[in-house]
């Protein structure tokens, strides 16, 4: 079975800082999808960012990038230029080929210090 | 922009009652998903819905929960008879292909007493 650990259990930066959340992934699958998932105060869970294994290159979305290593299986988020609004839960999140559940990590609290 | 609704927003019931939470997806989303977050922990996937039945369930989901989508719009988790391990933040998520992302609902805050 797929399993996502996510080793950090909390973590804190300064505003305007950057900061990089861990995320590992067991898989026998090559081909799949990893996403980071935000949950603010309200719960509303909110998709940050996507990435395709076949995909050699990292995505990109503004101020969130991610570092995908597939033979590492490793999927790390850093947020560049941290902002308060960036304090959430941040899940990281596989999913298998067609129409597969989400199996998500226990979750990194992000605290931004101003 | 389209977005995944959910109703209650929280629902409280005594133990043993049945609930219904509802969800509407996107219009033009093809499959459904229940998820549920117990307080601090994380997101477990609960079941999936295709073509009017059920793709894939966890073990969550047993004999006392159920799924419809009765009228074409809707989406509805029902549990049939609640016990206190039921309290959770319920997410409905929807997805317009099968392979694409799926898009959350703001979450039905489930508290059973």
């Known amino acids: 079975a797929q399993t996502v650990t996510q080793s950090q259990p909390e973590m804190s930066v300064q505003e305007a800082e950057t900061v990089t959340l861990s995320c590992t992934y067991d898989t026998s699958e090559s081909d799949y999808y990893l996403f980071w998932y935000k949950q603010p105060p309200s719960r509303q869970m909110i998709l940050v960012i996507r990435?395709?294994?076949?995909?050699?290159q990292n995505a990109t979305e503004n101020r969130f990038s991610v570092n995908f290593q597939k033979a590492a299986k490793s999927f790390s988020l850093k947020i560049s230029d941290s902002q308060l609004g960036d304090a959430a839960m941040y899940f990281c999140?596989?999913?298998?080929?067609?129409?597969?559940?989400?199996?998500f990590g226990k979750g990194t609290r992000l605290s931004v210090i101003a | 922009e389209p977005e995944v609704t959910q109703t209650p927003s929280h629902q409280v019931t005594q133990m043993g009652q049945e609930v219904i939470l509802r969800c509407v997806p996107i219009s033009n989303h093809l499959y459904f998903y229940w998820y549920r977050q117990i307080l601090g922990q994380k997101v477990e996937f609960l079941v999936s819905f295709y073509n009017n039945e059920i793709s894939e369930k966890s073990e969550i989901f047993d004999d006392q929960f159920s799924v419809e989508r009765p009228d074409g719009s809707n989406f509805t988790l029902k549990i049939r008879s609640t016990k206190l391990e039921d309290s959770a933040m319920y997410f409905c998520?929807?997805?317009?292909?099968?392979?694409?992302?799926?898009?959350f609902g703001p979450g039905t805050r489930l508290t059973v007493l």
């Open positions: 998520a929807s997805s317009v292909e099968r392979e694409n992302e799926q898009f």
């Open positions: 990435q395709e294994a076949y995909k050699q």
């Open positions: 999140a596989y999913r298998f080929q067609g129409n597969t559940p989400l199996v």
